[in-house]
């Protein structure tokens, strides 16, 4: 999907935000960043919330860190795509609640370990 989007959409700014716990669950991740190098309207941001790991952030994908990254921009003028376990797409919903992101521009996935 993010492939299909990224070659038919060339104006359109992509910032894929991914929480992770720890670096052994990064999956894909040379390919996210061959995107990025690729495209320059995609940007990759990962923070981990489970061990600290050298050259990233640590904690979670909260208003701290979406200001931090620069994306600020993005409550009031992007469609977020979330997907996760209930705990985190709880902790986004109200992250973008207290941002004034509206339901239209909200989609939630959720899934289970």
Not at 88 to 109: C, R
Request: aromatic fraction near 14%; charge should be negative.
């Amino acid at each position: 999907m993010l492939e299909a989007e990224l070659e038919h959409n060339f104006d359109r700014r992509i910032a894929f935000l991914w929480g992770v716990g720890h670096e052994k669950d990064l999956i894909d991740k040379d390919f996210l960043e061959d995107l990025a190098a690729k495209y320059e309207n995609f940007t990759l941001h990962i923070i981990f919330s489970g061990e600290e790991v050298e050259g990233y952030p640590f904690g979670f994908v909260d208003d701290a860190f979406i200001r931090s990254q620069g994306l600020e921009a993005m409550y009031t003028d992007a469609t977020w795509h979330i997907c996760g376990p209930p705990a985190m797409l709880n902790a986004a919903k109200g992250l973008l609640e207290a941002n004034q992101v509206t339901e239209e521009q909200t989609y939630i996935e959720e899934f289970s370990f």
